[in-house]
C-alpha cells in the first residue's frame, strides 16, 4: 500500500515564526488532505487539495501532485497552532485515508 | 449542531469485558470510519460503511465488530478486551471517496 512519510517529525517555533511541514506520498494520488490534532485530541479538518495551492488564513497549502508532495505552510504562528499536524492520501479505492506519521508542532511564547 | 459525535468520551474498563462505542453523524454523509490512534498517535482505519454496507475491513481481530443500522449511525462492539486494546477510537464521516472527512472527538477506550 502507499507510503505517507512526513518531516520534521517534532517542531518547536516562537510566537510569530514561520514555518513548512512537508508530506511525502510513494505512489500517485488523486487527493490528499491535512488535518490539526488540537493538545484536546479533536481532529480538524484543514484542507482538501489534489494539487496546486490553497490558503485559509494564516495557513495555506500545496501539493505536486506529478513530484508526490505536499506542503503545509504556518505563517505568524500562534500558540493554538499547537498539536500534531497529519496529511493522509486516499487508498482502497478512495475509500479510506492512509495517515502520515505526523508532525508534532509546539508553539511558544 | 451538525457534528460527528461518539459516546462515551472516556471508557475504563477490565480485561475481559465487552463495550460498545456509539457514533451518529448528522451531516448526511453517506460512508462511516471507525479509525484507532495508538499511543504513539498512528491512526490508522478498522472499518468503513457506505450506506449501512461493510466496504472495508483491514486486518482488526473478530473480537471487534462494527454495526450500522442505518447510514447515520456507526457503533463499535469490541468482545474480550485485552490490555493492546487501550487506545483513542475515533469515529468519522464523510460523503463517498473521502471529501469533507469530519471526525468526531475520540473515544480514549483504557483497558486495565
Known amino acids: 500500500g502507499i507510503q505517507v512519510e512526513q518531516s520534521p517529525p517534532d517542531l518547536i517555533l516562537q510566537e510569530g515564526a514561520n514555518s513548512t511541514l512537508r508530506c511525502n506520498f510513494s505512489d500517485s494520488v488523486n487527493n490528499l488532505q491535512w488535518f490539526h490534532q488540537n493538545p484536546w485530541g479533536q481532529l480538524i479538518n484543514l484542507f482538501y487539495?489534489?494539487?496546486g495551492t490553497k490558503q485559509n488564513g494564516r495557513l495555506s497549502a500545496t501539493t505536486v501532485a506529478t513530484e508526490r508532495y505536499s506542503l503545509l505552510y504556518i505563517s505568524s504562528s500562534q500558540t493554538t497552532d499547537s498539536g500534531v499536524y497529519f496529511c493522509?492520501?486516499?487508498?482502497?479505492?478512495?475509500?479510506?485515508?492512509?495517515f502520515g506519521t505526523g508532525t508534532q508542532l509546539k508553539v511558544e511564547l | 449542531d451538525t457534528a460527528v459525535s461518539q459516546t462515551p468520551k472516556y471508557l475504563v474498563t477490565q480485561m475481559g469485558n465487552d463495550k460498545s462505542i456509539k457514533c451518529e453523524q448528522n451531516l448526511g454523509h453517506d460512508t462511516m470510519y471507525w479509525y484507532k490512534q495508538d499511543s504513539k498517535k498512528f491512526l490508522k482505519i478498522m472499518f468503513s460503511y457506505n450506506n449501512k454496507e461493510l466496504i472495508i475491513n483491514e486486518t482488526v481481530p473478530n473480537r471487534f465488530s462494527p454495526k450500522s443500522p442505518d447510514k447515520a449511525h456507526l457503533n463499535l462492539h469490541i468482545n474480550s478486551l485485552e490490555l493492546g486494546d487501550s487506545a483513542v477510537y475515533f469515529c468519522?464521516?464523510?460523503?463517498?471517496?473521502?471529501?469533507?472527512?469530519?471526525f468526531g472527538s475520540g473515544t480514549r477506550l483504557t483497558v486495565v
Open positions: 487539495i489534489p494539487s
Open positions: 493522509a492520501a486516499p487508498t482502497g479505492g478512495g475509500n479510506k485515508l492512509t
Open positions: 468519522a464521516s464523510s460523503l463517498g471517496i473521502p471529501v469533507g472527512y469530519t
